[in-house]
């Protein structure tokens, strides 16, 4: 029997076309998955394609409903979870604009946040060297009940930040509070500014991100950033814990090799009332737990 030559070479090239077809399904089901609510969907993605610790990065979420879904009544907020051995590495809400009891069939609900995966890895722990593998769930509570349903989860490979990430000197206006008279470690050291707290990045010569995340304990504290003289953002901010992101423009390296970012505030509290334990009569303005800029 004579062998048709281009059915082989259709067959041949269907057969290698089978495993890419099986991979491509395999990543639109990571980034969507079914939920325990029935007629709803859930998909997931993050604006990097490799996730590393110490990232602020972009997800986007979107919650699809089908024929099927029915809208629960109460009162229920949707959160994005993400824990490592038993560490919670951040909380935060992930609800659309429209709250789910207001939910309808063949809907598609959007929402888009940034969230911080902090720093956690040791580059130079063999264990973690490579990267670690974090829990990640979308996870619905309904008001004054400790329960949750899970909506989504998956794992995260998060690998290790880059080593040659901007850095960050701090100059004039800063205290330092060291919380325990035990070792000095950074986890024993809280930082605040005082009135005017100033510092230099390392400019990284393109568009960058700018977050500041911290605790305000003086309520209606009036705050003013500069960025090389020029006003990047003034703000009020009441008592709590507070966090602000801005997306810098570039700036050329050769006439800014770093950029000098100061951050004033009008009220300052006695660091007395925050730390009683301790002979500590400083005035100090915003306590910071993190600045970004990558």
Known sequence: MKIDPRKNKRMSFSLLFLPFCFIVLLSLLACEATSPVRGLAVSVNFQEKQLTDDL???????YITTASFQPAEGDYRIFAVADWQGRILFREDLDPSVSFNHWQANRVYEVEKY?????????FDCQTASGVEVDFRLIMEKTGESSAITLYSRKLKLHPCPADLPKLIFLDGWIRVKRSQGKSLPSNLDL??????????ENPGREALLMLRGRC???GARVSLMLNSETLDEFTLAAGEFQKIWRVRAFPQEAFPELQLIISVDRVISLSQIYPE???SREAGLKIEKIYFR
């Open 115 to 123: 969230l911080y995966f902090p720093e956690i890895i040791d580059r």
């Open 217 to 219: 304990y003086a309520g």
């Open 192 to 201: 605040w500014t005082g009135e005017k707290a100033v510092c230099l990045l």
């Open 278 to 280: 301790l002979a500590e």
């Open 56 to 62: 602020l990065t972009r997800v986007k979420v979107k």
